[in-house]
């Protein structure tokens, strides 16, 4: 009997540990920014946020310091204050500090460049949630609304899951986190798939997500077997995937369970490169008729493809998983970098 307990408080304190070694993506993320995560410091963030305007000239003026740290300092907390100041950032591009010109091109472009959930973004909303858990601590905590994974945390191996994400393969093949980007292993000796699955079950405590919901992520592939491998996002029993390296992409949305096309390949209009992160989305929304329609966006730099397409709800089935996909033979390895569910 004692040894019988001695084994299930073990189990329960592994369990514990286990659940304790997850991240709050929000805390990295203010860690990554340089800001501190005390309550004060939040909330000086955050009213500084809505009154940017009294601060921008003397920030870009910052942008042309003698001091490095000073002018990498000042372009940060221009980035923090997101899109809003883009139109303000370009009136001020004709000055005569060519450091100041070059700095806010580099700003404009990362601002106008990315999907809904640009780092900016992320720092709002997570010093808005810190802020309000701690005003509420008894509050009763609602169903996740935002999933955020960074890939911080690097891992050897990826075949045991990694955070919240657990791993599924027909080929034997796992992967690794490493230098912030996931990566599934590539140059299999059979056709498979390897997937890193976001379980609904997991993190909303329901059996399936809402019916509306966007995932995006960064995607990308290496150089081998152009074409003979794919990349992309699955939810439920359909994804979407491309070809890196391959001419124009050859996108295409597909059954997982039995690779059955739902729109053949198509003509992305630009080779996707590869060894390069490209910023992907999926918009999904369950129609009246449980029907589902899928809208993807692939961007690499000024280059855009975007294509919807309505699935049966039989061919999708139940909207229980999300998952970053690496399928095929022969070919590079697929990377990955910041994945980001938004059930709002």
Sequence with gaps: MAMKWTLLMTSALLALASAQELTDWR??????????????????????????????????????????????????????????????LRLMLNSDDPEIRM?????MNQLEVGGRWAKDNLLREAVASLLE???????????????????????????????????KTGVGEAGSVKDGMARLNGKHDRDGDQQLLLLAKDLTEKEEFPDSFRVESKIGGGDEGMGAFHVGISVGNVRALFHP????????????????????????????????????????????????EISV????????????????ADAIGKLDRIALDRSGRNGGDAIFDDLIVDLK
């Design 27 to 88: 805390l990295e993320l203010l860690k990554e920014s340089g800001l501190s995560a005390e309550t004060e410091a939040l909330e000086k963030f955050q009213k500084g946020l809505s009154q940017p305007d009294g601060n921008l000239d003397k920030m870009v003026k910052q942008l042309g310091s003698e001091e490095f740290k000073q002018r990498e300092q000042a372009q940060k907390e221009i980035l923090l204050l997101g899109k809003n100041v883009l139109p303000q």
């Design 133 to 167: 858990e701690r005003k509420n601590p008894d509050a009763a905590k609602p169903n996740a609304k935002l999933f955020v994974e960074f890939f911080n945390k690097d891992a050897a191996s990826v075949s045991d899951g990694y955070q919240r994400l657990k791993f």
């Design 245 to 292: 390296g391959y001419q124009n992409g050859a996108f295409r949305i597909e059954q997982v369970s039995n690779n059955l096309a739902i729109l053949g390949n198509t003509d992305m209009t630009f080779t996707p490169p590869s060894n390069k992160l490209l910023f992907m989305s999926m918009d999904i929304k369950r129609l009246p008729n449980k029907d589902v």
């Design 297 to 312: 966006k692939i961007t690499h730099e000024k280059q855009t493809f975007r294509t919807s397409q309505i699935v049966k």
């Design 103 to 107: 700095r806010l091109e580099t700003i």
